[in-house]
């Protein structure tokens, strides 16, 4: 029988030794030699998370034991862990079981960047509806390689709802339904990357449209009828019959949002509508 043995210059991709003494022992952060004592601290968080360190749910040492730890003082690190909270990283609790914990990835954060970036002027509408139908072009093709039983029956569902909103006259919460569909069929890709970018892009041209509605713009005509032979394509896996009826639906719709905006610099997006409404 022969043995595996490794050469001289093997080094294990992640070195870390999981052992029972170091899953016990404490987190311990080095001191910081650096003027950017503010981002140095965000940083060396950071790193720990990327390495696997900290995983969410993780709590970092408490406030004087952590400052200690990196060589700074409170108020330095107070501000690093606020900017970590808006950024997301970690959430910040009170109270006696209180402390700094490091927050799951939240793929709506993607949506505040988009926003702000459409908001200052670095993106204008055209090409967030530019962007949206080559995305959904992808979407739609991977999903009908990857969609699930389950995908369908969810997406199929939303189509009954949207029906029901319709024959009620109950246009804006027919908007919610139609976020739901996009929001359903990105998951359908069953890759995180894309369903974050659907999310995202859909999420603010989906704001024009509500506000569209809400001031007595004229609804989609056709739209459950639209919904139900995409759908129908979706199930057969005919990525071609599918790719194109969503084309044609989002550029009508684009066409549609292009007449009601007229010049996009005058554009004001406000707070998102709650859903239900």
Known sequence: MHTLRRSPEYQPPHPR?????????PLQFEPIQTRRTFEEICERIRERVSSGELKPGDKLPAERDLAQQLGVGRNAL??????LEIAGIVELRKGVKGGAFIRPGDPGRMDAVVR???????????????????????????????????????LEAVIERTEAMTEAGRYLDRVECSRDFYRLLGAATHNGVLDMMVQSITEI??????????AGGKAQPRLVQKRRAFLAALRA?????????????????????QDSLGEAGAVRLGPRPRAGR
């Open 17 to 25: 030794p999981h052992t029972m003494d170091s899953a016990l022992a």
């Open 78 to 83: 107070r501000e690093a862990l606020r900017s």
């Open 116 to 154: 702000d970036m459409f908001s200052l002027g670095s993106i204008s509408v055209s090409e967030l509806t530019e962007a949206r139908i080559h995305v959904q072009d992808l979407v739609v093709r991977l999903a009908c390689e990857r969609a699930t039983e389950a995908d369908f029956t969810a």
């Open 205 to 214: 041209l989906m704001q024009f449209v509500y506000a569209r509605v809400a």
């Open 237 to 257: 896996r005919d990525s071609e019959e599918a790719a194109r009826l969503m084309r044609s639906h989002l550029e009508s719709v684009h066409r549609m949002l």
